[in-house]
């Protein structure tokens, strides 16, 4: 039989899979005994915390006409494609207008949405020309977040903005600030907060099953190939740039990699895992170390030959948080005294732009196993530690049949490296696995993420986070009932901007809980 599915990467719904769980409900709530995998036990499943929360109120209401938000775009890059599109399958949104200072941009992301939009190069005009607007959704280089923002709220808005929420910690606790005064909604777009899939990981299999036992280590990474810079020729003319605050076309479209505009790699991917560092720990760290430099992008040639280039910020960079993190028991905290048990947890992290092996992931890593976690779902994985848990292989295999977690075929799980099958011969090359030497560890056995429903599994991962924004308007919701209200996501600000001054100084920055909070 094997032979028959060698590939590396399974898609969620190869053939090769055995036919697909749907994802699960707690065996506690079915009144059968039996799960229940309905979605909308799946959703109350997923809403076992207050984060979660607002996703099934949402879900539980369908837009009408009346409902109908206004809605508009400011920065019409690549990002504001992947939001329009997102928000383009959410029922009970109409987009009026665009807004971009690169005027080709708002035409041509107009074009992709309708006749009727209308075109913006300022964003204040915009406003002022649209009063009925309702939200906004912000999607500009990192340093324009703050001002943006703050004009939006300001003009009665509720605002949807992107991550990084700044590249400089007075901007973000401005962003901060400017919600509490005006009241409105103010989302960040931390959008695995509002993923079920990574949801079901926290809340069930974490918190309530305690899959892992102690968590012990967090690990990250996004790794990313070489990649050329934009040289664009034309553009925007240099004075409007000036005025605007750009130096020339160059920094315009390159705009991560310097200090002004954004935050670099570290926090432009980084910002994504590290949230979900204090997301998985539910605290913020207590300390951190980190390493690393401009190693590559420093008197490249530009891809024209015309000259050479260099950028500002880490292009490598790999980091170390400490955490103590709250034990929790079937969904609880657990209390010593008056206070949460905590166990420390360290989180390691790295981003490289010179190396995109084995992309992008997550990892948490307990005493008794393993979960692997992405956007991307073939890197969802989950691996017994066989070590430690002889006498918990009955647990394990009744939570897979109860379909919190699902055992892979065997003859594909070579996905990832916990357990290498050989997909061509010697077929029996791990035959002897465990025997080579007594000091390796038992290769870990593998399981599975179960499957989301169907209508869940094939949404862009962004839609989720959208739906949470625009639904909790719709319900006059409060900002608690935003999966990334502002607050948690300057929480993420603080850790990742303070890998530069790590980096710089080589010492090892503590943090107070107080540092995570706007006064
Ligand atoms: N959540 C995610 O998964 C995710 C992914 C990628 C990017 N992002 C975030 O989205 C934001 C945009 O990133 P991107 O990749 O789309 O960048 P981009 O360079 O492709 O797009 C930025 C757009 O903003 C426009 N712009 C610049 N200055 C402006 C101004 N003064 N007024 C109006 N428009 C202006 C540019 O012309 C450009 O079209 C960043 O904050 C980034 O961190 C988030």
Redesign the pocket.
Known sequence: MRGACHAVHVPPHSTCQPTPLRLIMTLENSSSGKPDLTRRRFLRNTAATGAALSYSKMAARAAGPSDTLNVAL???????G?LKTSALRIPGLKFVAV????EV?ARSMARTIGSDVKIYTL?EDMLKAHPEIDCLLI????W??APFTRIGLQAGKQVYC???MSNNLDAARDMVRAQRETGKLLQI?H?RRSNPRYQFMRNTLLRQKNLLGQITTLYGQWNRSVKPPFEVKGGIPDDVLKA?GYKDMFE??N?RWFHKYGGGPIS?LGA?QIDIFNWITGTTPRAMVASGGLDYYKDRMLPSGKGKFSYEHLDTAMVVYEYDMPVYDNGVPVMEGDKPKTNLVRALYQVLTTNGSQNYYEKVMGVEGTIAISEQPVYNQVYREKDTTSGKIGQWEALARAGYIRKPPATIYNKFWERPVAWHLPEKWMATEGTQDVRVSIPADPYELPQMPKEMDEKPP?QFHLENFFNTVRASGKQTDLNCPVSEAYKCAVAVLNINKAVETGERIKFAPSDFEVA
């Open positions: 400011v920065g019409c890059g690549s990002q504001g992947v807004c971009d200072l690169w941009k964003l999607a500009t280089p990192d324009l977040h992107e991550k990084m777009g959008q605007h315009y479209t705009w432009d994504h962004h």
